[in-house]
DNA sequence: ATGTATATTCAT
DNA sequence: ATGAATATACAT
């Protein structure tokens, strides 16, 4: 641990044990599991949300000490962070009163704001009657929906904000503060605002429906350590940089969600809401590979993911849909990177066609947003981020703002996780396309004819491949290869480590303490090898005596006691048996142990790639995956079944073991 | 093979 | 503002 490694919490007093300082309420956090007070300020690593403030388990509780990161929160943050300590410390409550509290949350409204239909009358939550309604949209006086945040530090639903400065109104509506033409013209949604409202609902649906929901949404402290940079690109910072080395084992032109089987550094695929640095580490998790460009894909096969910069000044972002415009058509002779200029027009090739092949087919679209794109008030703040799949329905050229043909796509949401901008609980469901003013004035409009291979499963109430996606084309680079099959083979091993654990654990001689060879069980129910059992009595059986023959042989007979306890088994000695029963599960158990050792060893470059294509069908649905798998053998090997087999077997050979005994009694 | 385009990034 | 390094796709 770099960080000073000493992490006291407070004393009986509310003094710091670290600092000795009795910190103020607001500089308090408690332990979500064990309720002990701690002095934030002291803490190795506090938490950088707000969400993860309300669930955060102290140093002794998580055993988790993560390196501090400064998550500094801004002015509004804190007030929320206050707010929502409050609910969480309010002692004036019962446990009682709580309860009934949370269960007014339960019953609390869904909010939708005006411009959907509403559901109903529902009535305010007691999480709003704590923050004293101060969250509150000032215009629809409801939690608000995709929350802007004015410098003067107030809310409103984006859609409430943006109707009030569509009247040409440029004043705060709630304390008439003017609203600095850029919060007007490029409002931004309050991320903080967002997680805020979505762990509101998180606490709602925890009482609802027991465990905690996990969503697979990230906020930034959910991030892994730095991405790796080669030397080379650490010297002149990130100008003149090599990509790095990339995370994920995803072919280039692997179509769809990154999934948790793709991430053997963390094990958990790129999740909705991920944010990088730039795009050479936004690249580097695969959700966008090309280091410039914003289209990734190819012409004959189609595009897998997009990226919303703001390079091009006719796109128009809703966040669940945008309409995007193609690349090209643009002079960048000479070595510019950057030229805003159109001077001719744009044609449905290369990348404009490879995404249109994807709108053809209905694949799934990676869409990441870049902090440079200033027009949306979806884009982040800062970095790139992971906004989940969407499909692109309709494209069609149009002629641009600056005159030229430009190729024109609507790209709609189709994700199974809710966009970092909603503080939704569910992902997207299938919702009719928006109207486009443009389409009236287009040319060469497409629109896909044939079933979409990515939709929505309305049995599983989920996204999911519908039809195979397309075999990647790409060999994947060596590099990737070897991590792939070290992932895999230490997945195997864990496996095979497991199962050898259980065999010493519940096979074991009692006298060697190796796994069993030739066991024998004792009328008493111990177990040894045959080897060692006879060992144990070697010059003293009672054999040799019987074999004498004549009426004193029982008064000859040794007391012969069992290894492990005091019960007389020279009867048994007599006539040992080996438990054949018992001899099989152990035998069997060892072979398995073998052959995913075999497997890890034996596996060829082409069987890692042959499985990982098939592992790619499911990717963003494991579900899907399952039903769509080859019924190779290979697999199970790879995926092998939890222990449940284990299970059985040692539980028969306790029914055998009974068996022996009762035979030998 | 070699060259060029590309919605980047950083230094000069 | 402008240039250089960089990786991918695609044309030559």
Known sequence: MAHDSVQLPCDGDGACMRCKVTPLAEETLTCSTCATPWHVACLASPPETLASTLQWQCPDCSGDPLPSAAGALDGTSSELFAAIRAIESDESLTEKEKARKRQELVSGRVEEDGDKEKKGKEKESSFLDVLDGSLNCSFCMQLPDRPVTTPCGHNFCLKCFQKWIGQGKRTCAKCRSTIPPKMASQPRINSTLV??????????????????????????????????????????????????????????????????????????????????EDRLECRQWGAHLPHVAGIAGQSNYGAQSVALSGGYEDDEDHGEWFLYTGSGGRDLS???????????????????????????????????????????????????????????????????????????????????????????????????????????????VFERKESPSWDFDEEDNRWRWKKPPPPSKRPVNAADLEDRKRARKAIRQAHTTTVRERLLKEFSCLICRQVMNLPVTTPCAHNFCKSCFEAAFSGKTAIRERSKGGRTLRSQKNVLHCPSCPTDISDFLQNLQVNRELMGVIESLKQKSEENQDAVEELSEEQVDESEENADIGSGDSETAQKTKNPDPKDDLQNPPPDSDQKRTSKRMKVDTTQVVADGE
């Not at 080395?245 to 550094?265: L, Q, R, S």
Request: proline residues 8%; aromatic residues 8%; charged residues 30%.
């Open 334 to 444: 000479g070595n510019k990177r950057t030229n805003k200029e159109q001077s001719f027009d744009q044609k449905f090739e290369k990348m404009n066609e490879a995404l249109r092949v994807s709108c053809k087919m209905g694949y799934p679209v990676r869409v990441v947003r870049s902090h440079k794109e200033k027009r949306s008030s979806y884009a982040p703040e800062k970095g790139v981020r992971y906004d989940g799949i969407y499909r692109i329905e309709k494209c069609w050229r149009k002629v641009g703002i600056q005159g030229f043909k430009v190729c024109r796509y609507l790209f709609v949401r189709c994700d199974n996780e809710p966009a970092p901008w909603t503080s939704d609980d569910h992902g997207d469901l299938p919702r009719p396309l928006p109207a486009i003013p443009e389409l009236k004035k287009a040319t060469d």
């Open 195 to 276: 997680s805020v409202i979505r762990m509101a609902k998180l606490s709602k649906s925890n009482v609802a429906a027991g465990p905690m929901k996990v969503y697979h949404f990230v906020q930034n402290q959910d991030r892994p350590d730095k991405a790796f940079t080669t030397e080379r690109a650490q010297k002149p910072g990130k100008a003149n940089a090599a990509s790095g080395k990339i995370f994920v084992t995803v072919p280039p032109d692997h179509f769809g969600p990154i999934t948790a089987e793709n991430d053997p550094a963390r094990n958990q695929g790129v999740l909705v809401g991920e944010c990088w």
